[in-house]
């Protein structure tokens, strides 16, 4: 008896996954062979590979997805039940969870001393590469979060802070929760695509990619497709006022259009992270670089607009306003 329970001890608690493949490599290798195989009718290996990295890919989001959804349910709620009071409870309230609930329960939770035993050597061991990447990380994921938080704050600075406020709030509560799908597939795609590339399975990663992207924006199109549909009524969750509920019907085509980009976007991000990406990537969403990607972006609309101008319309639109000013001027002297 004794003998058995020194076998059972002196059993190592880590295997050699080499020596035991498990069915996950074994699906990631079937998906490399199944896209490098020449022989097999393109659209055919599409399909079968699909069906493979549907699977891996949904292992992977669901859980991811699910936990953000609710997180972010439970910090909106307070808000939402806080709209139903008036605009100016909401609009107390929207601050409030963007500056202040998450850091202070952070902060007064008795759980937080659990979470630290003090310093020992052990924590200093392979600081530097860690840091290297999570201080990427870091940079990177504060900028996408950040000017959404930003942007309300600055919207109570408006001539009309309350109905500007309560209606920019609302527009980021719903593309919050769309971000939180977004951000459940960055997590998909930073594991599939590091996973593959450390297997040296290129096609494999370059199809993971197209996969998740493909997947996250159909949902995201869905779901602005559905906003948009309800522009008229689904800021009523949030709030009983009308003209907050009018403000937020007139910005649903902006945030429509967030919400697409918001489905491509931090999919791609979670493809740098898996690729190493993160301090170029930090960049990419640094504030200069922007603010110039915004001037850019307006430029290229003037100027299609621009050139699209039909100038014999605009000699008439001129003209008439004119004949406005001139009917309207009264003679200094009869």
Not at 17 to 35: C, F, M, Q, V, Y
Not at 205 to 219: C, E, P, Q, R
Not at 222 to 249: K, N
Not at 278 to 288: D, E, S
């Amino acid at each position: 008896m004794a003998s058995s329970n020194k076998n059972v001890a002196e059993e190592p608690l880590l295997f050699n996954h080499s020596a035991t493949p498990s069915k996950h490599n074994e699906s990631d290798g079937e998906l490399e062979r199944i896209l490098s195989d020449t022989t097999v009718p393109y659209f055919s290996r599409v399909g079968s590979a699909s069906l493979i990295e549907l699977k891996l890919l949904f292992i992977i989001a669901a859980p991811a997805v699910f936990v953000y959804l609710i997180n972010y349910v439970m910090s909106m709620s307070t808000q939402i039940l806080s709209g139903h009071l008036g605009t100016l409870e909401l609009a107390a309230a929207s601050l409030g969870n963007t500056g202040i609930q998450i850091f202070a329960y952070g902060l007064m939770s008795e759980k937080c001393k659990r979470t630290w035993n003090g310093f020992t050597l052990e924590a200093f061991s392979g600081l530097p590469e860690f840091f290297k990447l999570s201080a990427a990380s870091a940079v990177m994921l504060c900028l996408e979060t950040w000017y959404l938080q930003i942007l309300v704050l600055l919207a109570g600075l408006l001539p009309d802070p309350e109905v500007a406020l309560d209606s920019l709030s609302i527009c980021t509560t719903i593309s919050g929760w769309v971000f939180m799908i977004s951000v459940g597939f960055n997590a998909a795609a930073s594991v599939r695509v590091s996973n593959e590339l450390g297997a040296r399975n290129p096609k494999s990663a370059s199809f993971s990619v197209v996969v998740v992207t493909l997947i996250s924006f159909v949902i995201a199109v869905i779901l602005a497709l559905v906003v948009l549909a309800l522009r008229d009524v689904i800021s009523y969750v949030f709030t009983e006022g009308e003209v907050v509920a009018a403000a937020v019907s007139d910005l649903c085509p902006l945030l429509c259009l967030t919400l697409v980009l918001n489905g491509i976007q931090p999919v791609l991000s979670g493809v740098a992270v898996g690729c190493g990406w993160q301090a170029f990537v930090a960049y990419v969403n640094g504030i200069w670089l922007g603010m110039i990607g915004g001037t850019f972006m307006q430029t290229i609309i003037l100027i299609w607009v621009t050139f699209r101008t039909d100038w014999n319309k605009e000699v008439e639109v001129a003209a008439t306003r004119l004949n406005k000013l001139e009917e309207r001027r009264e003679p200094l002297l009869n």
